[in-house]
């Protein structure tokens, strides 16, 4: 870390010339030094950019020039959860089997990549914050980048405290002086300076409504609101000394409903193709373009898809394929549940097609019988790693869920049932995904019958129902990883898919190829945990031993 803060004191200054054909266009001007560079309200803006740049950023070269392995945040929510295979073929990235049985070690190379990931986002939103409050220029458009740096930093110290649990905090650019003399904060101290920064961007950001089209993307007061209320639910279900309530996330995604910013997109399926990027649904979406590079600090498309895409007919690398647990989901939650054939598509399910047409596989090059098509491309980017497709972070559907569950908390039954039933209408609406038909490019193909009623149990069985709701609608996000360790059921849910059904081959005999047993990950996992609400176990990553040693730094638990 000593070397990652020290690099991206001046990193804005070389990151911010990307070139993007969404919000991201904005053409370099001159030459400007970090002392003078906030002298001008353009440059201003242009430093916002750069942070920008910071989320869209897959693997590269830093601002030093020393590579950054990819940090795999699009499916790491996945891969570690009852919903996903690591994928591939089983000696491809060998590393994740570690992390998933929780065998991994603080020389782990994606451990790093978070860190240095992480910090680089907030040094770089430091710069920006240490400069902004004293501008002579528009205080308006002053405040409202004060409240994307704000955003961003709180983006990136939740993006490191949901790895590490508590973390250095640093709150302006790091001094030579603070090098091996700043310890880590405590996971509450971690989360009152994040909930502080979203605090002051939802104050100082605009609705969605009031920016222009060239804006679109860029983060806003919803985005905040949401964001906010995401990290709330898992602050209440990991953090010892947290005093948030669930009447704090009622009443912010209250306000995301009720400000009439966003609705759902009718057809489910049109989610996911990149015709529909910035949808009404979505509240924050990573932007994407197209460019003539496919890593940093030249790209501006993401690997994402290339990671996730079918090995056999050349779309990708096949990893972070949905497992039968899943697929069982919906079958026995639902009769032809149109989402499904938005998470799946392989040799065994709808005969293979994909977009329209019969695809080869090869079953040895996937971890599971299936591969998502959530990620799916209809054609390979000319640049494999550096694909245009954006990739949403929340959506509205999301905030429903998150409010049907503090509606639950609080005692608003009607509203909890009201906000799940709204998503499952939606479902029970929607076609099969785009080119399910075999020849057809489009949405024609939709179940002749769905059996998805509304829910309207009580007590504990509401509670299941809304969290089942979440794992159907937003299977392969990246989020329910998170789930489960907010709500305590982790480690039994992942001992149940992982290790005991597997032994005793419900289900997964399916396919050629036997699924991957781990008797041991329970106990690895919990021995590499700290201790939440309720003895509620929150598994962490090994801070970076590099770190460890530079800083002084206590590692965590088991490790």
Known sequence: MKKTINILIAAVLIFTLSSCEKFLDIDPQGAENSGNFFNTKENGTRAIIGLYDMLQLDE??????QWMGHHHDFFMGDIRSDDSEKGSNDGDYAAMWEMLEFTMTPQIGFSSDYWIHGYWGVSRANYALDNLPTVAWDPALRDRLIG???????YFYWYLVRMYGGVPLFTTSAKPSEFGNVQRASLNECYTLIAQDLQKAIEFLPERSAMSVSETGRATK??????????????????IENT?????????TNSVIISGEYRLVSNYARLWEIENENSEESVFEIQFGVGASDQAPGSIGTNCYNFQGNRKDDSGWGFNNPTPDLFDAYNITVTNDPRQSCVFYGEKYNNGILYGSVRKYERSEQGSDWLNRKAALPEKPTLSKASDRNIIVIRYADVLLMHAEAAYHTGNIGEAHDKVNQVRARARNSTYAMGYAEGKMDY??????VNLPDINSSGEQLLQDIWKERRLELAMESLRFYDLVRTGRYFDVMDMEKNQRRAEGQTYGLGDKAYKQFPNLKANGIAKSITGPNGNKVPLFPIPQTEVQAWGLEQNPGY
């Open 60 to 65: 590269g070269a830093g601002p030093d020039g």
């Open 148 to 154: 994307e740096a704000s955003f961003i930093r709180a």
């Open 222 to 239: 919803g985005a905040a609101k949401a964001l906010l209320a995401r990290i709330y639910m898992y602050q209440i279900g990991t953090d």
């Open 244 to 252: 948030v309530t669930w009447q704090d996330v009622y009443d912010l």
């Open 444 to 449: 024609s193909a939709a179940p002749a019958s």
